[in-house]
């Protein structure tokens, strides 16, 4: 059976390095259908749906598209609106109205939520409608997917700054904590670990929300590792969470904001890195203390660009055209690791998907759960691309003292 109609793309959520990739693969391949009346692109996700705020991407031309492709954060804006059921009934009816039979939303598990409530709102009426979820996160946690379209770029980003602050460290020591995205999983942080080349390279200790987070167990860490290296660089994950799954953030600050959705303000902020350098200055005596709070910077940096990670994204947005046209199927597109390394896409159930949040497997992470394991080094590899750059260190050998010896 074929369906006539519209197609509307949308992108929700935090924007990525790769995620217009996946907007220009539905669009170009959502054109070469003719039952594919026009390709329309809302503006703010869900918000411009509601709102009417269409382009239409059938009048854009292939070589903008292209352009666009290879550009970060998302082309059509985004949003953070989480829609209730009254909210998604709202967009189906102007979905509706615009003679809308294929639906494409590129996003986290909130956009899979998001696209299984319109899709059975269609369903209710009778409407003749396909609905797909495009998987979208630098975070790396959705459920059923080896790994996220986004994530690999990010992970880039992060894996590259630590290099660059391992180097500053080794030359400059002192403490650095580093605080890296990742409200619920540590895969992002945990790329901080891909800097390590030599045996004293830092990151020394890495921190996720997957393993709760002791005071007192990170100053003797830091302690130990200090006195070993003379320096110590830290990883840490915005959302570490207490052994009560209390963000340690509201712990150790007085006062900190909330969302729109009542979640803790992690990101934007430098509180968490001020608050653990005081606590290293204050305990352990240490002058030289510094951190960076990444923020935004790892989501669309323009250098740091996986070419697996855009060719992945390209490619699910894709197959979501596929199943939705020519199988006239609905669902979320998947991506399962099948080789050393190769990847194919599945659809899996919106369901299956939808307010779910994959974590950091236990082999991935080290005993101590203050670092992670070679096995999440192999499985990350792949993913940040070719040409990932490493550091060198000189091999000259010392010169004998003539004046104070050698002791």
Known sequence: ???????VVAQGGGPTAVINQ???GVTLESRKFPQVTRVYGATNGVQGIVNEEFVDLTQETTHNLEQVADTPS???????DKPDEKYCKEIFKVLKAHDVRYFFYIGGNDSASTVNIVNEQAKLVDYEFRAIHIPKTIDNDLVLNDHTPGYGSAARFVASAFTGVNLDNRALPGVYIGIVMGRHAGFLTAAAAMAQKYPDDG???????ERPFHREDFLAD????YNKYGRCVVAVSEGIIDERGVPVITKMAKNIEQDAHGNVQLSGTGILGDLLCDLVREKLKIKRVRSDT??????SF???VSDIDQREAREVGERAAHYAIWYNLDGSISIQRTGFYSVNYQLEQLADI?????????EFINAAGNGITDEFKFYLRPLLGSGFQVAHRLRAPRVEKILYGNA
């Open 1 to 7: 059976m074929k369906l006539e109609g519209k197609v």
């Open 22 to 24: 996946s907007l220009v």
């Open 74 to 80: 998302s082309a059509l804006l985004s949003t953070r």
């Open 203 to 209: 990151p020394h200790l890495i921190y996720m929300p």
């Open 222 to 225: 830091v302690h130990r590792v």
């Open 294 to 299: 990444f923020g935004y910077l790892q989501r």
């Open 302 to 304: 323009m250098g740091c």
């Open 354 to 362: 939808a307010a779910k949040t994959k974590h950091m497997p236990k």
